[in-house]
Structures are given as structure tokens and as C-alpha cells.
């Protein structure tokens, strides 16, 4: 069996350190809004990150295999080892490996071809349906939160394009996102928490229709505040609080939809805003 000639491309390198959680900030965020409009960086991420769980699974497997019995009976039954006699010697100077700047960085240099290969290779095949998931697991509500997270940090920057549907049509809102989610919902005044409604999106977060109601702080903070929903999902029982480097959530969910609020991690009412929404939505 021979590897492939073909070298990973820049986008497959950038993507490989984003899902390992060593890409900039800058890059971090360059890369979320690529995935959000580029349908094919989407194929290839997924491609990359399927390839990367069968690798730990297929490992994880290779370790539950137990010892073979007659393994076990042969190093039980092994006779003791003779103890050597050992003549006295001179005593050596200890030996140290020094490796010189040149020797250390041709082997980071030779990890990392051999890591990216083995990341490359399984990439490329995905795993096949014996291994298909009959459950969803915990990972995939990470991975929807992580589409939100995405979702909000590019639109909350576009101040003059932060919706689709401006808050003056508030029942065209309703019927294009009851229609296309499936949720019944009400837009929750939220004038008690100091926010105006400033309008709507459809998106799609781990290949849902999500619905987005924008908010803002009306004391001239510019600060956007997200009300997400869409289709039952995993139960997350009771509201769950969480932090993504600059972004806080608040999770909760009914018998027919999940709610994510949104905002800056440095607003501490997040839970409040939470509160209420839960309470008129």
C-alpha cells in the first residue's frame, strides 16, 4: 500500500489546527465565516473531523482488546530469569542527549509529517456503516452550540446588515421562521432587560433551520444580543450556562424546541435576559 502523492491543501492545514484548537483568534474567526457561506470548506471540515473521531475510536478500540489467554499462561509460566553476576567496572560518566537546534527541529519536522499523514489518510475515508452512530452523542450538541457561536460572531459585527427581516414586520418574521423551524413562537419584549428587538435571520446549525431574533442594548452600548430556537434536540434539562472565549450562552430546552440565548461574555445578565425570554417566547 502506498500513501497518496497529493499534499494537503493551505485550506486542509488551516482547517486540521482549527478543529485542533491551535488556530489564532484572527484565523479562528476568518475560518467560522468561511464555513458559514462556503458549502465546500463545510464538506471538507466535516470530512476532516469525521476522519479525526474514526482515528480515536478505532484507538480507543485497539486498547479494549483483551490480552489472548495464551499470552497470559505463557508469561506466567515464563521460568525466573538467572540473576547475572556482575564483575566490577570503572565507574562511566553519565550519558546526556543534547540534541543540537538543527537535530530538534528535523524531528518536530518528522512528527508533524507523520501526524498530518495519518490525519490526511483517515480523512479520506470515512468510516464505514458498521461504525454508523445510533445516537447522537454528547459531542454533537457541542457541535451545534459551536455553529451558533459562529453564526452570532458574524452577524453581530454587521451593524447595518444585522438581519434579514427588519423588527417593522414582526408577522412576516413569525410565519417565515414558524414555516421554515417549525417552532411556534412569540417575539418577547424585552424593553425590562434595556433591549430592542432590531429584527431576524434563518440559518442553519448542524443542518437545522435555526431561527435568530436579533436584539440591542438600547443605552447605546451596541451591544447585540441573540435569541436562537430550533427543533428538539438532545434534552439539556435544566438552563445550562456556558463561555466560548468572548461569548456566553444560556441553554434550555421544551418538549418541541431548544433555545440558545447569545451575547457578549462579559454581560452579566445573561441568565436574567434568559429568564425572561423563556417566560414569553
Not at 6 to 13: I, M, V
Not at 46 to 72: A, H, Y
Not at 74 to 84: D, F, G, H, Q, W
Amino acid at each position: 500500500m502506498t500513501l497518496p502523492n497529493a499534499q494537503p491543501s493551505a485550506l486542509e492545514l488551516r482547517l486540521s489546527s482549527y478543529l485542533d484548537g491551535e488556530a489564532s483568534d484572527q484565523d479562528k474567526h476568518e475560518l467560522e465565516a468561511l464555513l458559514v457561506n462556503d458549502s465546500q470548506a463545510r464538506v471538507l471540515h466535516d470530512s476532516l473531523k469525521r476522519g479525526g473521531e474514526f482515528g480515536r475510536r478505532v484507538l480507543d478500540d485497539m486498547l479494549k482488546e483483551p490480552v489472548p489467554l495464551d499470552l497470559v499462561r505463557t508469561i506466567k509460566n515464563a521460568p525466573l530469569p538467572r540473576r547475572a553476576v556482575r564483575l566490577p567496572q570503572a565507574p562511566r560518566a553519565p550519558l546526556a542527549f543534547r540534541p543540537s537546534g538543527a537535530q530538534a527541529l528535523l524531528a518536530c519536522l518528522l512528527f508533524f509529517g507523520v501526524g498530518g499523514g495519518i490525519g490526511y489518510m483517515l480523512a479520506a475515508h470515512p468510516p464505514m456503516p458498521d461504525f454508523a452512530r445510533t445516537s447522537a452523542p454528547a459531542s454533537d450538541a457541542r457541535d451545534w452550540l459551536d455553529d451558533v457561536v459562529a453564526h452570532y460572531r458574524l452577524y453581530e459585527r454587521q451593524e447595518s446588515r444585522l438581519s434579514e427581516i427588519g423588527a417593522d414586520r414582526p408577522a412576516d418574521i413569525l410565519q417565515w421562521l414558524t414555516t421554515n423551524t417549525g417552532v411556534s413562537f412569540r417575539i418577547p419584549n424585552l424593553s425590562d432587560s434595556g433591549l430592542t428587538f432590531a429584527g431576524a435571520r434563518l440559518v442553519a446549525a448542524d443542518g437545522l433551520p435555526l431561527g435568530v431574533l436579533f436584539y440591542k442594548r438600547s443605552d447605546g452600548e451596541n451591544e447585540v444580543i441573540a435569541l436562537t430556537f430550533s427543533k428538539t434536540r438532545p434534552d439539556t434539562g435544566r438552563p445550562i450556562e456556558d463561555i466560548r472565549n468572548d461569548t456566553g450562552l444560556v441553554s434550555w430546552s421544551t418538549p418541541l424546541a431548544t433555545f440558545v440565548l447569545v451575547g457578549p461574555s462579559s454581560a452579566a445578565d445573561l441568565d436574567d435576559i434568559a429568564a425572561k425570554a423563556a417566560g414569553l417566547i
